[in-house]
């Protein structure tokens, strides 16, 4: 069963960068889509950008232009590198793998794995 931990979360200065790692085990990532998810306290899980198995991707508005998803297939893992970074980014990142990446899919969260979430602190 396929397994996906977070890595790489941790306290970054406003306009600074960060790259989570979302790494798979179990079975083979290549198979499937990935999402990154983030929630920030009191408010509902939101997606932020997927990627697809033909490394198709889409982002949310709010991190267009900032943040990038990546996929290595080689080495089962998936990242989102965050560039300047606002405190409104400031959440829990979770990744999860499913099978498609579009809006619809990631705005209804409709992935069947998930991973058990990294924090992303950005404050000054």
């Known amino acids: 069963q396929l397994q996906l931990v977070e890595s790489g979360g941790g306290l970054v200065q406003p306009g600074g960068s960060l790259r989570l790692s979302c790494a798979a085990s179990?079975?083979?990532?290549?198979?499937?889509?990935i999402g990154w998810f983030r929630q920030a306290p009191g408010k509902e899980r939101e997606g932020v950008a997927c990627?697809?198995?033909?490394?198709?991707?889409y982002y949310v508005d709010s991190v267009k232009g900032r943040f990038t998803i990546l996929r290595d297939n080689a080495k089962n893992t998936g990242y989102l590198q965050m560039s300047t970074v606002k405190p409104e980014d400031t959440a829990v990142y979770y990744c999860?793998?499913?099978?498609?990446?579009?809006?619809?899919?990631?705005?209804?969260?409709?992935?069947?794995?998930w991973g058990q979430g990294t924090q992303v602190t950005v404050n000054s």
């Open positions: 179990g079975y083979t990532l290549s198979y499937y889509s």
């Open positions: 999860a793998a499913g099978r498609l990446c579009d809006p619809d899919y990631l705005t209804r969260r409709l992935y069947d794995r």
């Open positions: 990627i697809g198995r033909d490394e198709s991707t």
